[in-house]
Structures are given as C-alpha cells and as structure tokens.
C-alpha cells in the first residue's frame, strides 16, 4: 500500500504563491489516481484537484485558473503548484491516492495565506 508524505506548505502573502509536494512509497505510484484535498477550520474536507493516473486533471470552481496539479510518475511525486493565493485558501491540504479499494491519505501541510 502507498504511503504520503506532503511537503511544501507555509504562510504565504497574498498574491504570493506555492508548491506543494507529496511523495509517495511503499507501491507503485503510477498504478494511483491522484489527489489534493483542503480542510479549514470548522469545514468539511473538500476536492481542490484531482489527476488520474492517465493524467486527465480536474479543479475545484474555486482554484480554477489559480492552481495547477501534476505528478512525476518517475519520481513517485505529485504537485499541487498555487497562484494568486487568497486568504479563503487558508486550510491544511492532504495528498491523497485512491487505487480500487485502497483510498490513503497523507498527514497534511498547513498553508496560511495571510499580510
């Protein structure tokens, strides 16, 4: 089974932006669709984007046009690279990996869009 572990976030200005990273072991990474999801406080977890393991991408209504995912097969690593952060962006982001019946998470990084 895959394990994650995210990197990559901080606090960050407005305008400002980051990359998010979630490298994955233990199974073949290629063989997973792909995923970034966001908690803030008091909400519920939701989708930001999504990759399949063919690549085809979705976005969440909200980040559309701001935030870009992508995954190195080769490098068994999964990106989330985010633009023009707002501070409604404010939440920790998971990696997650979904195969059948497998659905794993990572720990979480804590992005904090604040001046």
């Known amino acids: 089974q895959v394990h994650l572990v995210e990197s990559g976030g901080g606090l960050v200005q407005p305008g400002g932006s980051l990359r998010l990273s979630c490298a994955a072991s233990g199974s073949l990474f290629s063989l997973y669709d792909a995923g970034w999801y966001r908690q803030a406080p008091g909400k519920e977890r939701e989708l930001v984007a999504g990759i399949t393991r063919s690549g085809i991408k979705n976005y969440a209504d909200s980040v559309n046009g701001r935030f870009t995912i992508s995954r190195d097969n080769a490098k068994n690593t999964a990106y989330l690279q985010m633009n023009s952060l707002e501070p409604e962006d404010t939440a920790v982001y998971y990696c997650?990996?979904?195969?059948?019946?497998?659905?794993?998470w990572g720990q979480g990084t804590q992005v904090t869009v604040s001046s």
């Open positions: 997650n990996a979904r195969r059948r019946s497998i659905n794993t």
